[in-house]
């Protein structure tokens, strides 16, 4: 089983959609959790943090369920500009010190 | 804004050649790692290192090393460089405290010929 594991799609919605994806994890000691979102050929860059009480971003919303293991992103009024590959990540410390786990992402088409 | 700095863009070296990749972070980050990322295997883990003069091996080290000899630059070495190692290398920092995201450079694509 993967450390981090992603629906890799791809989604593919009409601009307007509300859309959400979905990231597992399988080490219960991990202890932040990120999004970050990466254009084609473009290097990956930060979207928000996942903070356990929830967070909101504009048209973004982060959520950590820690109980289930899991973390979430919806993305509401879907814009053109937000195609793009969406990267769970998640920081674990372990007996070999900290370790920060990239999933492989997930794929967002918004069409006109 | 933390600014991370990768040498090139685009490289293209021929095999057997030394290759070396520097990346510069301006925001006196503790850690910094090389990632390489290919078509269907997300980012790799390379090498990382969390103090200067400080290295400690990713996923894939093989045909790699790496030296951190001053805080901000942290420099990626192919010693022989091959056809597989055609990639892009993406370069990140971040804060020592481990709930701190990691900061990416714009990437260096490598192509070995």
């Known amino acids: 089983r993967k450390e981090v594991e992603q629906d890799p799609g791809p989604f593919n919605v009409p601009e307007g959609a509300t859309v959400a994806f979905n990231c597992t994890y399988s080490n219960s000691a991990s202890q932040s959790f990120f999004w970050y979102r990466q254009d084609c050929r473009k290097e990956p860059k930060l979207l928000m943090s996942v903070y356990s009480s929830g967070n909101e971003d504009g048209r973004f919303t982060a959520q950590l369920n820690r109980a289930s293991q899991y973390i979430s992103l919806l993305i509401r009024d879907s814009k053109l500009s937000d195609s793009a590959t969406y990267l769970c990540?998640?920081?674990?410390?372990?007996?070999?010190?900290?370790?920060?786990?990239f999933g492989a992402g997930t794929r967002l088409f918004v069409k006109a | 804004d933390v600014k991370v700095t990768q040498s090139s863009r685009y490289l293209v070296k021929r095999t057997g050649e030394k290759v070396f990749l520097e990346c510069v972070q301006d925001?006196?980050?503790?850690?910094m790692f090389w990632y390489r990322q290919d078509p269907g295997l997300g980012l790799r883990l390379i090498y990382f290192?969390?103090?200067?003069?400080?290295?400690e091996k990713g996923d894939i080290p093989e045909g790699y090393s790496v030296s951190r000899e001053k805080k901000e630059r942290f420099s990626l070495i192919l010693e022989s460089a091959s056809t597989n190692q055609t990639s892009m290398y993406l370069c990140a920092s971040s804060r020592q405290d481990s709930n701190q995201p990691q900061h990416f450079g714009d990437g260096t694509r490598l192509s070995i010929l």
């Open positions: 990540v998640v920081n674990s410390l372990g007996t070999g010190g900290f370790k920060t786990i």
């Open positions: 290192s969390y103090d200067v003069k400080m290295k």
């Open positions: 925001m006196d980050h503790e850690n």
